[in-house]
């Protein structure tokens, strides 16, 4: 086995521009991702349609440097600019006060999570070697996670408020719609809000369910396992009789 510098501290020293050219520079994703979720925390009273189309433009330029970061091919950029395209126009042209403006601004930011994790977990699943970016590129998706479950929750509270947390006026509210997804995910369980009807529910015990497992078994293997070289089948040879 390596040793284990090779794969946490292959990369100290690297200029930032450099970092960012590099394949595999899920550190500065990760970062670009927890700017996502900052700009989903700032206030939007009297903003709403501005701070909808910011957080569909962060959450685009993200998506990019995750194409270009995982070594994406040609025909996924072609189809990322149509997508991306598609998106911020929906966000630009749509009212985010009205109720389908709400679902197109979700709806938006849960097709752009989709696409992330798409090509994320694509060059995840070929690194023939877990390095520490191996690990960075699980939390990244662990986080995307997150945002993509925050979206779903966002097109529930556009089509039906009250089926989100009953008869209140937060289904709106993205903050509080991130704040919900991610203690869900981590399981964390507060009890200040709670999902009201049959749909939404059976939708937090999903999240709460791959939180989990992908937590105490995707994560904590990868991190177990840095330095490993992942087991190939060699097709050439011929499977062995059973006995």
């Known amino acids: 086995m390596a040793e284990e510098g090779a794969f946490f501290g292959a990369r ?7 970092r960012f050219w590099a394949l595999d520079s899920y ?22 349609n501005l701070m909808a189309v910011l957080r569909t433009v962060v959450l685009a330029g993200t998506f990019l440097f995750a ?13 990322s600019v149509v997508l991306i395209a598609t998106t ?17 601004d979700a709806f938006a930011a849960l097709m752009l999570v989709l696409a992330g ?14 390095t520490g970016q191996s690990v960075l590129a699980a939390i990244c998706i662990y986080l995307l996670l997150g945002l993509g479950y925050a979206a779903v929750y966002g097109v529930i509270g556009a ?37 009201y009807a049959n749909f939404t529910r059976m939708v937090a015990v999903t999240e709460a369910l ?3 497992v992908y937590l105490v078994t995707i994560v904590a293997l990868l ?21």
């Open 12 to 18: 100290r020293g690297w200029a930032l521009r450099k």
């Open 27 to 48: 550190g500065l994703l990760l970062l670009m991702i927890m700017l996502s979720l900052i700009v989903a925390a700032v206030p939007t009273e009297g903003r709403e």
């Open 67 to 79: 194409l270009h970061t995982s070594g994406a091919n040609r025909w996924m950029y072609y189809a």
């Open 88 to 104: 911020v126009s929906a966000s630009v042209i749509v009212d985010a006060n009205t109720k389908t403006g709400a679902a197109v």
């Open 117 to 130: 994790l798409f090509v994320i977990g694509r060059r995840f699943a070929a690194h023939p070697v877990i």
């Open 159 to 195: 089509l039906d408020p009250a089926g989100l947390f009953g008869p209140t006026n937060l289904a709106q509210n993205n903050i509080v719609r991130v704040y919900y997804s991610f203690i869900t995910l981590c399981t964390v369980g507060y009890g200040d809000f709670v999902p």
């Open 210 to 212: 791959v939180g989990q």
């Open 223 to 243: 991190v177990s396992q840095v330095g490993h070289e992942r087991p190939r089948r060699d097709r050439s040879k011929p499977a062995e009789p059973a006995e």
